[in-house]
Structure formats: structure tokens, C-alpha cells
């Protein structure tokens, strides 16, 4: 089903607009409340005679037909005056706040070049452009004049109103009388076509939506409350209106909807104040679920509206009355009656339901575009291409949209709200629904802040009654969002800040995301204490009490941070130094007793991960295999297609089986997420040709479903034979709760994916480093007790658990242990994040080659593929290792790139202090700071016997000497003898970078 809904058709029967609607209700209720403020009340008949009176003296000061007239005010009965005054005239007005900056109205007059605007008696405001005042005191008889109504058609213009641009220039978004009236006509079969009505007009009146509020009532004979406005929101005043003058109905941007709700809530007493209202519709922003719904359990009798429309289209033309079964996500809708709307992808065509895409609008809503903006007006209208839609035009909103399973349309943010954060798309809407999940938050939102480097960052801000902690907004963040999108930090504010169209104000928040810091703890004279708190306090996304990673710090800040405390101490800090003593606290007093290289930071096991892996290595119940597994492999489930070793697979599986590769890919669509895996493909010299045998899937491994909607999640369920489980978060400095989400939970989910449905077997791709290093350790099943390791290890450890425990309950399982996986024998080609290649890859780039005694395993990726592949034919069973006979001397694979490259023999503290030095001179980037956050300082206060001990430790030992007799059997089975990493094996690594100096020559020559 495509994604286009046409809305209702409704007959209007006349050719009335809004102010021949009017002036019926004038001449039949003239003794009638129509508009009141400030405890003045005009009659319909007042109304009639002020409005004709106005329009009078602008037909005598020139205005006529077409003339767009500014009006400048705050607020008033001026306001509806001049609106019937200038429809009187066939005149559009153009709404403009007498309390903008100067700067800004001159700005807009200037381009609007009017004959004149409209302003309040006795204003003094200089102006660029003739003024008229409007007089309230009217004549004494309230007389009418004569044939002054020159009164528009359907087609002709109706107002005019100024919004932001995106290129910082206001735009006026202009509209025809047709629209108007067709959304005041669907608003009274809706909520009802009775004088009894009291509106509240709550919005600016520089706000579109203030036009329903203003003149809607004045179509059915009922009455407009006009609010005295001082520039500040105060809801209690609003609410103390409400109750004076009975209100039924008024309208709330959700901004501010929110804290009326917080306030309702701490303050009981003021509910019953609002025992008038009926009616109450919401539109602006993003509706929140979870404000709406306690409103409707505080007052039950008021129906709220979810209203969605741009100002370019008539105020809004998608309603959604809220039901209690919105308590997650409140949809906008569907489009009022004579409009359609169609959810489009970028080839224009219609997406298919459940899918994103971009939202167009059509029908009578439709607005004339942009004043004197032929290029702005192009870009956004267009002529209608989709026949299925009765409309000539489109308007593309600029939103992102889906129609749901309940064929509501659901908003799904702005296009211009997808930012890149560390080079990732990030959508800012998916972030604040995960944060406003987190208890305790009344609102959440996030804001895009560069940070003191200059990189793109991620802030949360929250709202609630009581302090919030941000630690455990962060957690609950990482919980169900990949790491890429969890914010750096999380700031609690009062309120949220609003410009002034009263919508959340997003600059706002990044500067105050930029400015955010904490002033230096204890001023003891401690130059320790103080080197360690000025870095803090300029890196570090939290407090001075926080811990580093929980407060939002990366790789990246982590190495910035060590290497500016070594520049002021002289010390030759860590990474590693910081994951073991993360706070400001701890870290000065490891400072303060020494070097520290060669002890394991995780020696001993926090409590807090202990207890976290006891909960996470727990198997749901239900997640339960029935009946035999599969034994065919038509369809392969792959997870982490496009890293290094995922790729490799992904080539074996196309080259070793017939069967199609269902492929996990993060992307923001699946010709996107096809693109990523085809230049994973030609990047490690892999055949790209077989593509059609591949099938993206767009997810996240690290979310519930992979966030994948049900039908979607059912149809991969019942399709594919056999699952290959290879994707994780690979991170050696980061601790357990960074890797917890993709490696831990993904897995979870990997393991509900191959038994839903169908028993599928599972093949599962884990690592060596997750055992103790004790020789002989045979091919089983993983110790009860975690090891004491690293954050990675430990969450490959704990994946390994669910495994084992899945394999219990019966699920044809296989795991597969992996050794240092090395470049393919034959391409040469490398992973480029791999700690063997960046230390390769910095030893070439300085013209170096450091001798040391480390030792690696040396697997090439070929091997794995052939292993992993052999397993898959054949229906392998239970855990196998892969790792080499003899481990590599780091001497030797340096010494073929010496040879190679004429690289300089240097000591590893003479390599470690050129690298520190090309951090501290360039700009530090992420591939030398992933190097140097994971090997050990030499600064000149380490001794030379523990720089030696950590450069042993670097690779561990836990693949040295395990047993490897069932790989072998299995490899064996497949035909393959494993061979060491021999003479041609290196050449042909040093063959590739070859490669790519002479391309990078070339490339420097066609530029120059």
C-alpha cells in the first residue's frame, strides 16, 4: 500500500468567505458578545461598524484590492478590526509584533513596500512606511458607511504571515481565502457550528494559528477572548482567564502545553478552573504522549486535538483527536475534509506504509507561496505529478512522516533536523522520544553543540520536578540508543527555552550546551589537583564529581584529556589510567603514586558491572527454540556486513553458498545501507558483482528488534535459514557499559531472531580475549566467572553466556573464537582500525620502525571466512578456536616494512614520544588518538622494565596454547591446512601500503 491519503470531500454550497460569514452573523446576532479584552466587549454590530469605519479610511488613503497592509501591534482589539477592516477591501493583511526589534520590522516593511500599515492610536513607533491608526472610539451613532465592502473571492489573497528563513532572511508566507474558509468549515462540522463557544485566543497574533482563534468564532456567531499580553507566558493568568471568562476552547504550542500540565499537577486546585473547557487543540510542535494524557486523566471532558499544518497551507490540515491509546506516540492524523497528503521518497514516489519519507501536502489548503519570491516558492511548491491526488499543487513541509500500522500519519521530525555527529546521521526527534522515556523526566530535548575542538556534539537537556541525575539519564540513554547517538552530557533546566514564535528555541540550547561547565572543585594548591581539574573542566562534558565515561567523554576526549595533563605535570598519563581511575578524584591520586604501567585497570571488577553482567547474562524465557533447526541456507541473516571481518564473510557467504545474505547495516535507507556495503566490498579488494544476492536490512544492533517494526521483524523471522552473528562494538579502552547495548543486548536480540518463527541455527563469531590466558584451554563453553579484562572482552563474555544458554534450551548453535585477524594473504588488504595496522601504519607514516618484545597471533581474514563459511555448509556444532601455532614477533612483520618504506630502527619510547609530539602539533584525529589510547606511555618517568612488561601485555596471551584441534578438524573437512604467516604473507602486506602511497602520489600530482 503507498503512502497517500485524501481526506474527506465537503460541500460548501456558497462561495462565502470568511468575512461574508461575518457579516451574516453581524446582521443576524448584532446584539451579540463578539470580541472582549481587558473588560471591554464589542457587540457583533460594534465590530461591524469599527471594522467598516477602518476599511473606509483605507479605501480614502489609497489601499485597495490586492494591497497587502501590514498591521504593527501587541495585542488588542485593533486586531480583529484590522483583519475584517482589510477583508473588507479585499486587502490581505500581514500580522507584525509592534515589540519586534526595530532592525526586524524595517527589515520586513522595506520588502513588503506597503501603502501603508495600520498601527494602534497614539503609537509613535517611527515606521518606514505611512501609518494609519485605528481608532476604538468609533462614531456615536456606530453608523456604517456607505459602500465600502468590496469583498474578495475564493481565489483571491487573505493574509500574509512572516516566518523564518533558512537562509536568515523572513519570508511571508501568503494564503487565499479559500483555505481559510474550508478549515473553518471543517472546524464547525467538527466541534460543532453553535454561538456557544468562548475561544481563547491564546496564540501571538503573529501566529498563524491566532486566525482560527481570532475570526473562526466570528463565522458561527460565538465569542473571542483577546488576553492582555506583557511578552512573558503566565500560564497561571492564562488559567485564571479561562475561569472568568467561561472558555471553551483555545489552542497551546506543546512547548508550553507541557508546563501548564506540570503546573496543573503540582497545584491541584487550579484543575477545577478550567471546568469550562470543551475543547483544547495542540499544534506547533511535536505533541508529547505523556503531558497529553495526564491533562486527560486530570479533565476528562475536554477532547484534545493534535493539529498539524505549515503556514504555508491554511493553519493546519491534519487533526488526530487523542485516545487513550496513545500513550506512546501521538500520531498527527489525517487530512481534513478537500486536502490530501502523500509520504514521499526522494524519487518522488510514494514510500510504502511503515516506511519514512518526506511529507507533501495538497488540496484546498494549499497557500500562493512566498511574497516576491519566485525561487523560494519553486523550491517548495510544485505541480501536482501523483494522479491519485485531487489537487493541481503540492507543498513539500519540509517534514519526515509514516503512516502507521493504524493508517495514521505519525511525524517523524525535520529534514533539517538530521545532523551528522561524528560523521553519523543523526535524527534528533529519535533521540528526545528515548530520553522523555526515562523516568522522572517531565520533557527532554537535544541540541547539536561543537564542543572545545570544534567536533559536532550531542547534548541532553531535561525538564522535572526534582533534581535529576544525569548519570542515570545517560544510562537509560545507552540503553536504547547506539553509542553515536547517546548525548555527551545531559543539562537540567528549569524550563525549555522558547524564541519568540514560542517553539523550542534549539540555539539556545547549544549555547547553552557550549558554555556549560563547572567550576574547579577545592583550590588546596595541589598543582596536581589543579593540572587534572583546568583539563576537566575544558574537556569533560560533565561535572568534577561525574565519572568520565558516564558523563558523556569518548576516545577521542579521553586522549586529549591525558595528553594535556602530561604537558602541564610531565607525566606520562593514560588512557587506560583513566578507565581505571575515572573521576578527578581518582585520577589525581593515581597521578600522585606513580606510573602505572602494566597493571591491569580491571584487576578487580566493580560491583556495579558485576551486578550489571549477572542481570544481562540472563536469558529470557521465552526465548525458547521449537522444533529441529533448519538445515538449509537459502537465506542467511548477517549481522556487521559492512566492518572488516563482516565483509569478508559477506564475500565467502556469496562465493560458498547459492543462498541470499539478509544483510543488518545502520543506514538511512536500503539503497543507502546497499551503497555501504558495496564500498565495504571494493575497499578489501572484494569481488562487488554478486550484489543482487544481497538484501539490506536497515537497523541497529543495539536496539530492541533492531528496531525494526513488527511486520518487518515477522517477515525476516519466518524468511531466513541460518543466522551469522558478527557484529559488535569493538573498543579496547572503553568499559563494559559502552559495549553492554550492541554486544550484549544485540545479542540478546540475534538469539530471539533464530527462534522466532522457525528454529534457526546460529552461528556466532566471538573472540579469544575472553578467556584466561591458560594453555591447552579446550574448544567449550565459556567459565562461569567472568575473566578480569577489558570492556570488550568482558561483553563478548557475557554474549557467550547467552549463547550457552540458548544452546542449552536446545538452539543449534556454533561459536567461533577468534584470534588477531590479519590482512587476507592474498589482497594484502587490512583492517584500518585493527591495533596491529595503526601501529603499522604510524611506523610507516613516521618514517620509524621501534623494536620491542611484543608478540601477536597472526590469523589472516581468509581463514576466518573459510572457518565461518565451512561451519555454515556443514552445520557445525559448538565452539571452535582459530588461532596460530606460533605467535608473530612484531620485530619481524615491522622489519619487511623497513625494507620496504627505509623506515629508521628507533626504541618504542622514541616512536611513543614522536607520536605524543604529532598530537600535540596537529590536530589530533581519530586514528592517532584510537593509537594512542591504547599503547603504553614512555614518558621519561616510566622505567624501562615496566614499559617493557606493558609492551608484553599489549596483545594478552589468551590464545597462546589453546587447543585448536576442532577448527582444525573442521578446516580440514573444508580441504584447508592453516599456514603460518610465511615470508609471501607479509610481502603482500607491505605490497598494499605500497598500493597506497603510489595512489596517494598520484592523487597529489592530478591536484597539483
Known amino acids: 500500500m503507498s503512502s497517500m491519503i485524501v481526506g474527506p470531500t465537503l460541500d460548501h454550497h456558497d462561495d462565502d468567505t470568511v468575512v461574508d460569514l461575518f457579516l451574516r452573523q453581524a446582521a443576524e446576532r448584532p446584539d451579540a458578545p463578539a470580541v472582549s479584552h481587558l473588560g471591554r466587549t464589542l457587540s457583533y454590530r460594534d465590530l461591524d461598524a469599527l471594522s467598516a469605519r477602518l476599511a473606509r479610511r483605507m479605501l480614502d488613503a489609497g489601499v485597495g484590492p490586492g494591497d497587502l497592509t501590514p498591521f504593527v501591534l501587541s495585542t488588542g482589539l485593533e486586531i480583529p478590526i484590522a483583519m475584517l477592516a482589510t477583508m473588507r477591501i479585499g486587502a490581505p493583511f500581514v500580522p507584525m509584533d509592534a515589540c519586534w526589534p526595530a532592525a526586524r520590522l524595517d527589515q520586513v516593511l522595506n520588502a513588503m513596500r506597503p501603502k501603508l500599515a495600520l498601527v494602534r492610536a497614539g503609537t509613535e513607533q517611527p515606521l518606514p512606511t505611512a501609518v494609519l491608526d485605528i481608532d476604538l472610539t468609533g462614531p456615536d451613532d456606530n453608523g456604517r458607511p456607505a459602500g465600502i465592502d468590496r469583498l474578495p473571492g475564493l481565489d483571491d489573497l487573505i493574509y500574509g504571515f512572516y516566518t523564518s528563513g533558512s537562509t536568515g532572511t523572513p519570508k511571508c508566507a501568503l494564503n487565499i481565502h479559500r483555505g481559510l474558509r474550508n478549515r473553518f468549515a471543517y472546524m464547525s462540522q467538527r466541534f460543532g457550528d453553535t454561538p456557544d463557544d468562548v475561544v481563547l485566543q491564546n496564540s501571538p497574533h503573529v501566529f498563524d494559528s491566532s486566525v482560527w482563534q481570532m475570526l473562526w468564532p466570528l463565522t458561527k456567531g460565538a465569542q473571542v477572548v483577546i488576553p492582555d499580553r506583557s511578552g512573558v507566558v503566565d500560564l497561571q493568568d492564562v488559567v485564571a482567564t479561562i475561569e472568568r471568562h467561561a472558555v471553551t476552547m483555545t489552542d497551546f504550542v506543546p512547548s508550553v502545553f507541557n508546563v501548564l500540565v506540570e503546573l496543573l499537577a503540582a497545584q491541584p486546585p487550579m484543575v477545577r478552573q478550567l471546568r469550562s473547557m470543551r475543547h483544547l487543540l495542540i499544534g506547533g510542535e511535536e505533541m508529547l504522549a505523556g503531558p497529553v494524557q495526564t491533562f486527560r486523566r486530570l479533565l476528562p471532558q475536554v477532547r484534545i486535538t493534535n493539529t498539524y499544518g505549515p503556514t504555508e497551507a491554511s493553519i493546519g490540515m491534519v487533526f488526530h483527536e487523542v485516545r487513550d491509546v496513545d500513550a506512546e506516540r501521538i500520531p498527527i492524523g489525517l487530512p481534513i475534509a478537500n486536502t490530501c497528503l502523500a509520504i514521499l521518497g526522494a524519487d518522488l514516489r510514494p514510500v510504502d506504509r511503515g516506511e519514512v519519507g518526506d511529507l507533501w501536502i495538497g488540496g484546498e489548503c494549499i497557500g500562493a507561496g512566498y511574497l516576491d519570491d519566485p525561487e523560494r516558492t519553486n523550491l517548495a511548491f510544485a505541480d501536482n505529478h501523483l494522479p491519485e491526488l485531487p489537487t493541481g499543487r503540492l507543498y513539500r513541509t519540509g517534514d519526515r512522516a509514516v503512516i502507521g500500522a493504524d493508517g495514521l500519519v505519525g511525524f517523524r521530525g525535520r529534514t533539517d533536523d538530521q545532523v551528522k555527529v561524528n560523521g553519523m546521521r543523526v535524527e534528533i526527534g529519535e533521540i528526545e522520544a528515548v530520553l522523555r522515556d526515562c523516568p522522572g523526566l517531565s520533557d527532554a530535548r537535544a541540541a547539536v553543540y561543537a564542543d572545545p575542538a570544534g567536533r559536532n556534539c550531542l547534548a541532553g537537556f531535561v525538564t522535572g520536578r526534582d533534581p535529576i541525575e544525569p548519570a542515570s539519564v545517560l544510562d537509560h540513554a545507552r540503553r536504547a540508543l547506539p553509542a553515536g547517538l547517546v548525548p555527551s552530557r545531559i543539562i537540567q533546566v528549569e524550563t525549555m527555552p522558547l524564541n519568540q514564535n514560542g517553539k523550542l528555541d534549539r540555539n539556545q540550547l547549544a549555547a547553552l550546551a557550549a558554555e556549560y561547565h563547572h567550576t574547579a572543585a577545592g583550590e588546596g594548591g595541589d598543582p596536581v589537583a589543579a593540572a587534572v581539574q583546568a583539563a576537566w573542566n575544558r574537556l569533560v562534558p560533565g561535572g568534577p564529581e561525574g565519572d568520565f565515561f558516564a558523563a558523556g567523554g ?245 554474549a557467550e553466556r547467552l549463547v550457552e544458554e540458548a544452546a542449552g534450551r536446545g538452539l543449534a548453535v556454533a561459536v567461533y573464537r577468534l584470534g588477531e585477524v590479519m590482512p587476507h594473504s592474498v589482497t594484502g588488504v587490512p583492517s584500518p582500525k585493527s591495533l596491529p595496522d595503526l601501529i603499522v601504519r604510524w611506523n610507516v607514516r613516521l618514517g620509524l620502525a621501534f623494536r620491542s618484545s611484543i608478540a601477536l597471533d597472526y590469523t589472516p581474514i581468509d581463514q576466518v571466512t573459510t572457518l565461518v563459511t565451512a561451519g555454515v555448509r556443514t552445520g557445525a556444532r559448538g565452539w571452535f578456536h582459530l588461532a596460530q601455532a606460533e605467535p608473530i614477533r612484531l620485530d619481524d612483520l615491522l622489519s619487511e616494512f623497513a625494507a620496504e618504506f627505509d623506515l629508521e630502527p628507533v626504541s618504542y619510547r622514541d616512536f611513543w614520544l614522536r607520536l605524543r609530539e604529532q598530537a600535540l602539533s596537529d590536530r589530533l584525529d581519530d586514528d592517532l588518538a584510537g593509537l594512542l589510547a591504547m599503547l603504553p606511555a614512555a614518558g621519561p618517568d616510566v622505567p624501562d622494565q615496566l614499559l617493557e612488561e606493558s609492551l608484553t601485555d599489549l596483545f594478552g596471551a589468551a590464545g597462546t596454547g589453546c587447543s585448536r584441534s576442532r577448527s582444525l578438524s573442521l578446516l580440514a573437512e573444508a580441504g584447508i591446512r592453516p599456514a603460518g604467516a610465511d615470508a609471501g604473507v607479509l610481502r603482500r602486506y607491505t605490497a598494499h601500503y605500497r598500493r597506497v602511497r603510489r595512489a596517494a602520489r598520484h592523487a597529489e600530482y592530478a591536484v597539483g
Open 554 to 798: 569518548d576516545s577521542l576526549t579521553a586522549v586529549r584529556l591525558t595528553l594535556q595533563i602530561n604537558e602541564a605535570l610531565g607525566t606520562s598519563l593514560t588512557v587506560q589510567d583513566l578507565v581505571a581511575a575515572p573521576t578527578v578524584a581518582a585520577l589525581t591520586e593515581r597521578i600522585a603514586a606513580g606510573p602505572a604501567a602494566g597493571e591491569d585497570p580491571e584487576e578487580e571488577l566493580p560491583a556495579a558491572v558485576a551486578d550489571t553482567l549477572f542481570v544481562d547474562t540472563v536469558l529470557a524465557d521465552d526465548v525458547r527454540p521449537v522444533g529441529e533447526p533448519v538445515t538449509t541456507c537459502d537465506h542467511v541473516f548477517l549481522t556487521g556486513a559492512t566492518g572488516f571481518i563482516g565483509t569478508h564473510l559477506l564475500h565467502g557467504l556469496l562465493r560458498h553458498t547459492d543462498g541470499v545474505v539478509h544483510c543488518l547495516v545502520r543506514a538511512e535507507d536500503a539503497a543507502s545501507a546497499l551503497d555501504r556495503i558495496h564500498d565495504s566490498l571494493l575497499f578489501y579488494h572484494l569481488d562487488a558483482t554478486e550484489l543482487d544476492r544481497v538484501v539490506p536490512v536497515v537497523g541497529d544492533l543495539g536496539l530492541p528488534r533492531f528496531g525494526l517494526g513488527d511486520d518487518e521483524w515477522d517477515r525476516l523471522a519466518s524468511t531466513i535459514d541460518v543466522v551469522v552473528h558478527n557484529g559488535a562494538m569493538v573498543n579496547l579502552v572503553l568499559g563494559y557499559q559502552s559495549h553492554r547495548a550492541a554486544n550484549v543486548l544485540g545479542t540478546a536480540e540475534v538469539l530471539r531472531l533464530a527462534v522466532s518463527k522457525r528454529h534457526k541455527p546460529l552461528h556466532h563469531i566471538s573472540s579469544l580475549s575472553m578467556l584466561e590466558a591458560t594453555p591447552g584451554r579446550t574448544e567449550s563453553a565459556p567459565t562461569q566467572l567472568p575473566p578480569a579484562t577489558n570492556g570488550y572482552s568482558l561483553s563478548k563474555w557475557a
